[in-house]
């Protein structure tokens, strides 16, 4: 649907500054898997692939998609999963690139030699409509006729036989879940690929007709277009294929499209309107042949959809739900992330051990093992997050809670849709980002993308429980069932839902400001995940997470690494050193080791303070000041810019106290409350400690998610914007904390 003079997509493709990700064998044939969304689409591929599969973006976009080669009974195939859609009209970046897949318009990605369309059983008529504009595409297509199980306790059953000979491709039964019946639709596909297909009579063959004297008039004036592009550009007003046809074309093309659009459609309806009147007269001639309805029992499902859509129970169900998620991420993940910082901390031992004192031990143990380390350690949290995420969306379930949270969403300009996205970033804002390309507007997109990163992640936590458990009096009400600070953690999560709520409001009043989106969602049939599906799909988001967020949070520790690290004057190591000979010779046993770790916890700080790190943070102490900080907590701020996680350890390092330290630690606890400014005053009061906690509630310090708001809007100017916005408003709370309640 991308037309440019002299240039097809795919030599446009050819220019890009990124290279096609190489996730398929080239000499093996392609099959496109597509259906509707909740048809198990995702299941069936993960049965035929297994843990074969890889996960890029198209080149050129955002658009993720997998790709896992499969075996057939006389060969291979490659595999590519398309976003779920309902039909070719192409209305978000994931539904205009499966159409362009199919069409061959992806560079470096072979034409599909045929294509698996999977179809849900219980919703056949819907789901016909996808497959009747495929067929007309020419390409050899077999239909996977998935969740027979499901139709059959709704009392549906569709005789595959008679659908096979309607259309005129082979049609497989299959249950996803159960992997029954794969050989035979291994070997169907196999037989498929590379059949001459007829294209199936169009919809509406004057539109068709329409179309192929204006593309191959485009074609006379070196423009490069298909008959098919320029089809969907007249039925689909104001979509994609449309503005795409607009970009590519002269403005005298565009003029021409919309008038014949106006020539062909009749007077009270609109081409689209009299493509679907047109399909729907056919799909439904066809399932009158093939379906059997009889009475349905009222199942299990069915009663427990009346409390999940219940306005008042089904909202309970949420809250526990949603608890119960956050009690597991936050709960069951501690063990695993302590046993990962302890095997960081025994890897950088080893290496220390095998190297002499200096930088490259420096770089290594300190800058290499903890960058790898501060990535992994929060890999248990996301895993756990996702499993539940990927759970409730194969349950089920979560299409309920977008539908219920519509509401809410709605009332700051934002729909269901952007629900999960920012639910996805209270573990990690990367992956909550990432899950924003389902959203089709692009102005909510962009709004869900600013207000993402306001909710608290897990690397906010270490900053949260080293400044509570110092500054906020241990008091408890209700005979102990709730202490202050747990309200205090609290409140804090819910500043940073607020923060992001009205960031979104403002965003949609102001620069974003456009109609709230309309909201349509399918509620699934309940179903039990599939335990194979739901693995690899988490073995896949761990990978993304590791790949994307772990190369710029290591990169940038690398970076803090060397600004705490050089210079290191010669004068204050040699003057420890002789304080370490002078000490040996007078102590002994314990005393002795105890004495020495001291001496080079304050060696440590010296250098430190005369690091590019401490003098950058005796640099900006003029600038925050006002929130009550010294040049220590200035340096430590500097340093979390990139990974705000890392705050903690440059504290117990600034302090004295040692790098290996947690948000536990009493004796970094002592130091911090004992702190004092040059004048006698305590650097660490309570509303300096408040104001500080405000600022890393606000402030955008992960160059992770700076990085992947990048990726997925394709600027620097909203990442930028971000930046500044939530470091600006993060500065003025802690400074109106600060100043007034001081």
């Not at 294209?199 to 004036?221: G, M, W």
């Not at 499209?257 to 062909?264: K, N």
């Not at 179903?527 to 790949?547: Q, T």
Request: glycine share 8%.
């Amino acid at each position: 649907m991308s037309i440019s003079k002299q240039s097809s997509l795919k030599q446009r493709g050819k220019s890009l500054k990124e290279p096609a990700p190489q996730t398929v064998v080239a000499d093996d044939p392609v099959i496109a898997v597509i259906g509707n969304p909740n048809t198990g689409k995702s299941t069936l591929f993960n049965a035929l692939t297994g843990l074969r599969q890889k996960t890029a973006n198209f080149p050129g976009v955002t658009v993720e998609y997998h790709s896992g080669r499969i075996k057939l009974p006389n060969g291979h195939a490659n595999l590519i999963d398309l976003p779920g859609c309902y039909s070719l009209a192409a209305q978000s970046p994931d539904e205009i690139v499966a159409c362009d897949v199919l069409l061959g318009l992806i560079d470096d990605l072979k034409p599909p030699g045929a294509v698996l369309v999977v179809l849900d059983a219980a919703n056949l008529r819907r789901n016909l409509f996808l497959i009747d504009q495929i067929l007309e595409l020419g390409i050899p297509v077999v239909a996977a006729l998935n969740m027979s199980d499901i139709a059959a306790r709704r009392g549906i059953t569709v005789d595959a036989e008679k659908l096979s000979a309607e259309l005129g491709i082979e049609v497989i039964p299959f249950v996803a879940t159960s992997g029954k019946d794969i050989d035979t639709l291994k070997a169907r596909l196999e037989k498929a690929i590379g059949d001459e297909q007829t294209p199936a009579e169009p919809a509406l063959p004057e539109v068709k007709l329409a179309a192929t004297q204006l593309a191959d008039e485009l074609i006379a004036n070196n423009w490069s277009v298909t008959a098919y592009e320029v089809e969907r550009a007249l039925i689909d007003a104001n979509g994609y294929a449309e503005q795409r046809f607009t970009e590519s074309t002269p403005a005298a093309a565009t003029e021409q499209l919309i008038a014949l659009r106006e020539s062909l459609r009749e007077e009270d309806k609109s081409l689209a309107k009299m493509e679907a009147i047109a399909r729907y007269r056919k799909i439904d001639a066809i399932v009158a042949k093939v379906e059997n309805r009889s009475a349905p029992k009222v199942t299990w499902a069915e009663r427990f959809d009346k409390i999940t859509n219940h306005p008042f129970w089904g909202m309970v169900l949420f809250i526990a739900i949603m608890a119960t998620v956050f009690q597991a991420v936050f709960s069951w993940a501690g063990p695993l992330m302590d046993m990962i910082d302890e095997g960081a901390g025994l890897i950088g031992e080893l290496v220390g051990g095998m190297l002499p004192e200096g930088a490259l031990q420096s770089l290594l143990v300190d800058g290499v093992v903890a960058g790898v380390g501060s990535v992994v350690i929060f890999l248990p949290q996301i895993l756990i997050l996702f499993a539940f995420i990927i759970v409730l969306e194969d349950s089920g379930y979560m299409a309920r809670a977008a539908f219920m949270m519509d509401r809410l969403m709605r009332s700051v300009g934002l729909s269901g849709q952007s629900f999960i996205p920012m639910l996805s970033s209270f573990a990690c804002a990367v992956p909550g980002i990432m899950a924003t390309r389902v959203i089709p507007d692009p102005r909510d997109r962009i709004a869900t993308i600013l207000a993402a990163p306001f909710m608290t992640c897990s690397a906010r936590l270490p900053v949260y429980a080293l400044l509570i458990a110092a500054f906020v009096p241990e008091q408890s009400y209700a005979g102990g069932l709730i202490n202050l600070h747990g309200l205090v953690l609290l409140g804090l999560y819910l500043l940073g839902i607020v923060g992001g709520v009205l960031t979104a409001l403002l965003m949609k009043r102001t620069k974003l400001k456009g109609p709230t989106p309309s909201f349509m969602i399918e509620l699934p049939p309940y179903r039990l995940p599939n335990l194979k599906s739901v693995l690899i799909r988490l073995l896949d988001r761990g990978k993304i997470f590791l790949r994307r967020a772990g190369t710029v949070i290591f990169t940038v520790a690398v970076v803090i690494w060397a600004l705490a690290y050089f210079p290191r004057p010669l004068e204050i190591t040699d003057k420890y050193e002789t304080q370490r000979s002078v000490l040996a010779s007078q102590v002994a046993g314990a005393p002795l080791a105890e004495q020495l770790a001291e001496l080079d916890n304050l060696e440590s700080a010296e250098l430190l303070e005369q690091s590019y790190l401490g003098r950058m943070g005796k640099l900006v102490e003029p600038v925050f000041r006002p929130l009550g900080w010294d040049w220590k907590v200035s340096a430590g701020a500097i340093a979390s810019f990139p990974a705000r996680e890392v705050v903690v350890a440059v504290l117990g390092t600034v302090y004295a106290v040692g790098a290996e330290v947690d948000e536990t630690d009493q004796s970094l606890i002592s130091r911090l409350k004992s702190a004092k400014h040059a004048d006698g005053s305590l650097v660490f009061t309570l509303p300096m400690a408040i104001g500080m906690m405000i600022f890393y509630a606000f402030c955008l310090q992960c160059m992770a998610t700076v990085a992947i708001m990048r990726r997925e809007t394709g600027s620097w100017k909203w990442p930028v914007f971000a930046w500044c916005y939530m470091t600006g408003l993060g500065y003025l709370g802690a400074l109106f904390v600060y100043q007034v309640f001081s």
